[in-house]
């Protein structure tokens, strides 16, 4: 998500990965969501467009901004659960997603805006693109561990 100390968060990619691949066991699966016209790739103009409806979801006051409320309580950048994996300590995730917050509001005036979620994104999506074709796929997403 466009989460992202900035540097913390940056030397994080799987964070966003997690979200980018949503736990599927099999390869290519997580990229469906992200893949609006179902070529097998995720372009940065397909990711903006999740990313930007995931932000109009989680403003829930229609305010332009998230604050840390409207952060903590949506999906956005949200670690998928992992079936092999014991559940997550919620006040570690608290605490996790807080620091992205921090780290993305740029200005600190306590919202996390589009404008400062867009680098953020990019990096992470830059980071995803091995190759640097312009577009994700899932041979570039970090597979889920196999037992
Ligand atoms: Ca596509
Ligand atoms: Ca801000
Ligand atoms: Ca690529």
Request: no cysteine; net charge negative; charged share 25%.
């Amino acid at each position: 998500m466009l989460a992202l100390g900035a540097g913390l968060v940056l030397a994080q990619p799987a964070l966003y990965g997690a979200t980018l691949a949503q736990p599927a066991p099999g390869a290519g699966r997580g990229l469906e969501a992200w893949d609006l016209n179902h070529d097998g790739r995720v372009t940065w103009d397909e990711a903006w467009q999740n990313i930007q409806r995931r932000f109009a979801a989680a403003d829930t006051d229609h305010n332009g901004g998230l604050s840390l409320e409207e952060w903590l309580a949506a999906q956005f950048p949200g670690r998928p659960p992992r079936p092999d994996r014991p559940a997550p300590d919620p006040q570690r995730q608290r605490d996790r997603r807080s620091a992205m917050f921090r780290a993305i509001d740029a200005n600190r005036d306590n919202q996390v805006t589009l404008e400062e979620i867009r680098p953020v994104a990019e990096s992470w999506f830059r980071a995803f693109d091995a190759n640097g074709d312009g577009a994700v796929t899932p041979d570039e997403l970090p597979r889920p561990r196999s037992r």
